[in-house]
T-cell receptor
Framework: EAAVTQSPRNKVTVTGGNVTLSCRQT?????MYWYRQDTGHGLRLIHY???????QIGDVPDGYKATRTTQEDFFLLLELASPSQTSLYFC????????????FGAGTRLSVL | GDSVTQTKGPVTLSEGTSLTVNCSYE??????LFWYVQYPGEGPQLLFK?????EKGSNRGFEATYDKGTTSFHLQKASVQESDSAVYYC????????????FGSGTQLTVMP
């Protein structure tokens, strides 16, 4: 069974603050993804990566940076957090782009005050 | 563009009653269709997927038929249990030649004992 671990599980910051969300997968998957989940919008893709050092832009990338340091680790960075970024963030991984079965972490709830 | 529309929740049912969550999709391509389920406090997980039109997918008593004629993929279960309380997402994959998954807005199901 795929294992994706996110940290922290909860985070509160202030407007303009600097936040880093972490994700580690232990499945040797090539692909990793960051989504945000908001009521009425389902899940929306922020960034994704197909390997260490690679970064691809998703559908809602504004205000977010991401970095894939190793095959296992994928980080989401909010350098000037805004209240509109208050959301539930999910990291996911998949072994192959054609498989398109995602394994999700448990999520990080971020509040920007 | 490609899209997925599903039953707006929340849906509340009594144990033992039947469930239908409607899902309609729009695409000019030949997608794979998925249902994902998200239990409280967890990330979404795959319930089942159907890669070909006119085929049925099933898991844990849930089932859906990929109907290309009506562009629908309705989720059904004959007799729901309290443990089925979750958010259900209809998902479109591989549309428009893209690998990306397009999530519906989700349907919150609560089953009362």
């Amino acid at each position: 069974e795929a294992a994706v671990t996110q940290s922290p599980r909860n985070k509160v910051t202030v407007t303009g603050g600097n936040v880093t969300l972490s994700c580690r997968q232990t499945n040797s998957h090539n692909y990793m993804y960051w989504y945000r989940q908001d009521t009425g919008h389902g899940l929306r893709l922020i960034h994704y990566s197909y390997g260490a050092g690679n970064l691809q832009i998703g559908d809602v990338p504004d205000g977010y940076k991401a970095t894939r340091t190793t095959q296992e680790d994928f980080f989401l960075l909010l350098e000037l957090a805004s209240p509109s970024q208050t959301s539930l963030y999910f990291c996911a991984s998949s072994g192959d782009i054609s498989q398109n079965t995602l394994y999700f972490g448990a999520g990080t709830r971020l509040s920007v005050l | 563009g490609d899209s997925v529309t599903q039953t707006k929740g929340p849906v509340t049912l009594s144990e033992g009653t039947s469930l239908t969550v409607n899902c309609s999709y729009e695409t000019k391509q030949y997608p794979t269709l998925f249902w994902y389920v998200q239990y409280p406090g967890e990330g979404p997980q795959l319930l089942f997927k159907v890669p070909k039109a006119n085929e049925k997918g099933s898991n844990r008593g849930f089932e859906a038929t990929y109907d290309k004629g009506t562009t629908s993929f309705h989720l059904q279960k004959a007799s729901v249990q309290e443990s089925d309380s979750a958010v259900y997402y209809c998902v479109l994959g591989g549309a428009s030649g893209s690998w990306q998954l397009i999530f519906g807005s989700g349907t919150q199901l609560t089953v009362m004992p």
